[in-house]
């Protein structure tokens, strides 16, 4: 009797699985860093090589800090987006220029407009590892204190903003 119960027991349970992991957001990663500080970092930004933009730049205010890259086909498609939220709001967004070369990052800014308040310049990849990139674009929530509050992996979308960016952000500035 048991060996026919056994295949259904087994047959339920990779059921159970498989409907808990269709329902899971396959975009969520998730983040070890929700919650806890920037990483530190020191990066020379891409229009002054000379000045250095650090986690320290967040302090004091709610801030987007966004992951791009020159050859980031995806990184296109929210750029529009991102350069409107500039215009329109005043949330200072940054950019991490991740593995990317200096002129083809400028070229990309001078043709498409710059949303970014500064661009740190991270050539090598090690505070993309820092931050747990897994791509570009990755959007990162920061609040007054230099705490990572939300990951956002993927473009940044219309919905995106209205249903979790913005309402995130005007609760990190109220408290």
Known sequence: MLRYFA??????????????????????????????????????????????????NFKGKVSLFNAWASWCVTCKYEHP?????AKNTNIPIYGLN??????????????EGNPYLANAVDAQGRVGMDLGLSGTPETFI?????????????AITVEDLEKTILPLIKHLQDS
């Open 81 to 85: 987006l991102l350069m409107q939220l």
């Open 7 to 56: 295949p259904l027991g087994i047959f339920a349970i990779l059921a159970i699985f498989l409907y808990v992991g269709l329902g899971l957001n396959p975009r969520d990663l998730g983040s070890t860093l929700i919650d806890k500080p920037t990483p530190t970092f020191a990066l020379p930004q891409l229009d002054n090589p000379t000045q250095i933009f650090t986690q320290d």
């Open 142 to 154: 920061i609040d007054k204190q230099g705490i990572i509050r939300y990951k956002h992996i993927g």
């Open 98 to 111: 991740y593995k990317d070369t200096e002129i083809e990052a400028k070229q990309v800014l001078a043709r």
